[in-house]
């Protein structure tokens, strides 16, 4: 069981950056595959970066190329997602994630989610 929460949302203008951060229990984090994933309102949850067990292997969205970086630290049982170059149309609310995968883009491969943080880019 992983159970996971998320903090560094908030409110931001054009251009600027945010870290969110995703704390997990457990002992198994290591274990885990971990994806940030995000809704805008009205549209459905999609994927925006992804991390494997190790942090060898990351994949990301291509709108977010560039600009995010996700990371993670297995001591501290933490995720990251380095957000810079923010554009209005980041707007949402982005949950992380964990899947028993070595890494996944679908949310299908997640079995733990968190319960978003809200992440508002004006212009």
């Known amino acids: 069981q992983v159970q996971l929460v998320e903090s560094g949302g908030g409110l931001v203008q054009a251009g600027g950056s945010l870290r969110l951060s995703c704390a997990a229990s457990g002992r198994t984090f290591s274990k885990y595959a971990m994806g940030w994933f995000r809704q805008a309102p009205g549209k459905e949850r999609k994927f925006v970066a992804a991390?494997?067990?190790?942090?060898?292997?990351?994949r990301y969205e291509d709108s977010v190329k560039g600009r995010f970086t996700i990371s993670r630290d297995n001591a501290k049982n933490t995720v990251y997602l380095q957000m810079n170059a923010l554009k209005p149309e980041d707007t949402a609310v982005y949950y992380c994630?964990?899947?028993?995968?070595?890494?996944?883009?679908?949310?299908?491969?997640?079995?733990?989610w968190g319960q978003g943080t809200q992440v508002t880019v004006c212009s």
């Open positions: 994630a964990a899947s028993p995968s070595i890494i996944a883009s679908m949310e299908s491969s997640y079995n733990y």
């Open positions: 991390i494997s067990w190790g942090g060898g292997s990351i």
